[in-house]
T-cell receptor
Framework: GAGVSQTPSNKVTEKGKYVELRCDPISGHTALYWYRQSLGQGPEFLIYFQGTGAADDSGLPNDRFFAVRPEGSVSTLKIQRTERGDSAVYLC???????????FGPGTRLTVL | AQKITQTQPGMFVQEKEAVTLDCTYDTSDPSYGLFWYKQPSSGEMIFLIYQGSYDQQNATEGRYSLNFQKARKSANLVISASQLGDSAMYFCATPRGAGRRALTFGSGTRLQVQP
């Protein structure tokens, strides 16, 4: 079956612009996670959804970052007033509600010039 | 807060030999899990193996096994009979806390398998 998909695969933007990153989880997976991975580092947690609600958003670095999952499936990570330090690969993962294993998407590489 | 430490930034291994990738963790939760993921140069994170803290036996999945030493708080990944395709970054991870399902990752180990 289809895995986790993320669009776009690459996004180049200018400092100060607004961006949206999309994640389409595996069908039937109620849990969805956003991580950010900087070069040479492990993924860093941003936010976790269970269904439509954000169960844990303690990883969001500041109020420029926001994520939604209005129908409990597709999620969008929104970044306002982008900064060069936001440049990273943004990874999305999903899992069954009771499952341990998280399935990751290919990521979106965000470059802020 | 949970913490994962991977002290080997890079490792080399000869093809067909076994290699151990180190992982130590710090958690105050009485029940927890340890995960290992592989990240090839293409970027996708691939789940390899999981160990629950109350599992009686060390986890194994094909050529992957976990050397889980609870008293030492270590969960080292052992890859047997290394293959060229095993060259990748390897990350150890644990849930962020009781009731929290998102993962805390270590900084990773880059494994290079030499022919």
């Amino acid at each position: 079956g289809a895995g986790v998909s993320q669009t776009p695969s690459n996004k180049v933007t200018e400092k100060g612009k607004y961006v949206e990153l999309r994640c389409d989880p595996i069908s039937g997976h109620t849990a969805l996670y956003w991580y950010r991975q900087s070069l040479g580092q492990g993924p860093e947690f941003l936010i976790y959804f269970q269904g439509t609600g954000a169960a844990d958003d303690s990883g969001l670095p500041n109020d420029r970052f926001f994520a939604v999952r209005p129908e409990g499936s597709v999620s969008t990570l929104k970044i306002q007033r982008t900064e060069r330090g936001d440049s990273a690969v943004y990874l999305c993962a999903s899992s069954l509600s009771s499952g341990n294993e998280q399935f990751f998407g290919p990521g979106t590489r965000l470059t802020v010039l | 807060a949970q913490k994962i430490t991977q002290t080997q930034p890079g490792m080399f291994v000869q093809e067909k030999e076994a290699v151990t990738l180190d992982c130590t963790y710090d958690t105050s939760d009485p029940s927890y899990g340890l995960f290992w993921y592989k990240q090839p140069s293409s970027g996708e994170m691939i789940f390899l193996i999981y160990q629950g803290s109350y599992d009686q036996q060390n986890a194994t999945e094909g050529r992957y096994s976990l050397n889980f030493q609870k008293a030492r708080k270590s969960a080292n990944l052992v890859i047997s009979a290394s293959q060229l395709g095993d060259s990748a970054m390897y990350f150890c991870a644990t849930p962020r806390g009781a009731g929290r399902r998102a993962l805390t990752f270590g900084s990773g180990t880059r494994l290079q398998v030499q022919p």
